[in-house]
DNA sequence: GTGGTCTAGACCACT
DNA sequence: GTGGTCTAGACCACG
């Protein structure tokens, strides 16, 4: 389930965070969801187990998952709202890199084709 | 000229290249001008030389500016040119972006009405 | 009778001896008074046995409860009497924790509406 | 300035947050303060500097500190603002915690009166 | 020098 | 078995 690159510079308990996001938002993970065990995970993906209780940890801060002692880690009710509302609030973040592409001679038809094949892409996969 | 933001978590030599493409970008510099000395900008911006240095290097090495032995640092004649191929060559990855946002539930119009904003707010940036 | 909140962080055994001395002091149960045993309270509340008898075993300690073997667990003589004693030595954790309030900036008003507030709400459960 | 008790239940990465807060929200530390670096911490309270991490990390994504790779921690401007807020957001549990004092037979005198004598030692301590 | 990430391996509390 | 804390020690990026 979870594909972590290990060369990759984002840091691998941060992919693991957005990758759970992820599974979230498309629904394969659901509210009340077991996550994988931090030493199951830890194995399939040969990483330190610190590494996948941080993520886990991050997670937990942020009320997208409630972790409890010698049950597991579960999605909480609320996660998906979180998610939502975080990527709302953000909104600001994306007007600052389209403004770049912008600045960079990029077309504004070039980033609108870009937004609707993005939501068509979005559509396909739903649909499978 | 140069603006650093000492507290932001994106590193200085970052943030310097940041604005010199931007600069670039916008005509402030063009092609033959000579940037400030390391020396100077250190002092200006009350950096470390060193952090200065390193993001001339990696402009350098974009082939951005030529640095000249004894002379000084100065815009590449096909600066603009490899900052334009840059950004173009990085709408896969505004794609991506877009479609996390999509996935997040934000609905399409608000993204295009982002777009149009930002280029708004370009336009009005240049008539000034 | 007992309720358990699974996802909570205490850990389920800690809700156990709470709300059993809840119990006891509220007078639901009284000295004397038989327990369920570990067997039917762990299938009623769908918890590992283990866990209700770590419960009983520190509620036991503290000669909150006596069990006898074979026959059950019985709510102590002495149970209110340890309970309230143990409550009055815990009144400096309270002041503690005020202190924190007040270290906040929470006024002194507000802390003594909320005392008022508890005492009001503790008063109607008991005419209830 | 730091004080951990290693004997505590209460992990000392949690003591180090809250000693921090603590010293934030009595002055001791101010917006723009420079903390102690993780590595200082570390040897001057012999823990490992992992674990001061993890205190300095957790302040960070509540935004009391802002860390600043290669330069240090400092506190937030927002500091003050976010600790006062997650108190006050947190009274419920105050009044939770009272009303089990109440329950357990503690007059309603008793609690007013460790209120007044909290209020009473925060004062004095700022009169110092 | 600073903070940030990661591994390896230990121990604890809880179920 | 589960998650949570901690130590020891390494390596990286940044200034």
């Given at each position: 389930m979870f594909q972590i690159d290990a060369m990759s510079r984002t840091p691998i308990y941060e992919q693991l965070i957005e990758q759970t996001e992820k599974f979230i938002m498309s629904g394969v993970l659901r509210s009340g969801d077991q996550l994988p065990s931090v030493r199951s995970l830890s194995i399939s993906l040969s990483v330190n187990p610190?590494?996948?209780?941080?993520?886990?940890?991050?997670?937990?801060?942020?009320?997208?998952?409630t972790s409890v002692q010698g049950k597991g880690c579960f999605v909480s009710p609320e996660a998906l709202d979180i998610i939502y509302k975080a990527r709302a609030a953000n909104l600001g973040a994306l007007k600052k890199t389209i403004a770049e592409y912008a600045l960079a001679g990029i077309d504004r038809q070039s980033i609108i084709d870009i937004v609707e094949s993005a939501y068509e892409s979005i559509k396909q996969e739903r649909n499978k």
């Open positions: 610190n590494t996948i209780q941080k993520a886990y940890n991050e997670l937990d801060i942020k009320k997208i998952i």
